[in-house]
């Protein structure tokens, strides 16, 4: 079991920057495969970043790859999404989420069996 909680959405203009964190419960933070996922009003829920539990794989969705960052430090049961150039259609609930790990990194919300409440990115024009 984990719990995952997410923090640091907002609001910001348009180009700016927001780094989200989410904090897991557990000893065993570093077993866990993790991604970023993120729902607009009216929308599917998607993945936006992952991260293997190795560390040595990340998957970005194209519409943020050169904009956002995904890493994870397990000595502090961590991940973080640094969010860069945001756009307004960045906005959207973000949500962190994680698995066992295993050799594969799922990019659908059906694979990740835990999940944090969200945070809210709002980003104005």
């Known amino acids: 079991q984990v719990q995952l909680v997410e923090s640091g959405g907002g609001l910001v203009q348009a180009g700016g920057s927001l780094r989200l964190s989410c904090a897991a419960s557990g000893r065993t933070f570093s077993s866990y495969t993790m991604g970023w996922f993120r729902q607009a009003p009216g929308r599917e829920r998607d993945s936006v970043a992952l991260i293997h539990y190795s560390g040595r794989t990340t998957y970005y969705a194209d519409s943020v790859k050169g904009r956002f960052t995904i890493s994870r430090d397990n000595a502090k049961n961590t991940m973080y999404l640094q969010m860069n150039s945001l756009k307004p259609e960045d906005t959207a609930v973000y949500y962190c989420?994680?698995?066992?790990?295993?050799?594969?990194?799922?990019?659908?919300?059906?694979?990740?069996?835990?999940w944090g409440q969200g945070t809210q990115v709002t980003v104005s024009s």
């Open positions: 989420a994680a698995r066992s790990g295993d050799s594969i990194l799922p990019r659908g919300v059906s694979a990740y069996n835990y």
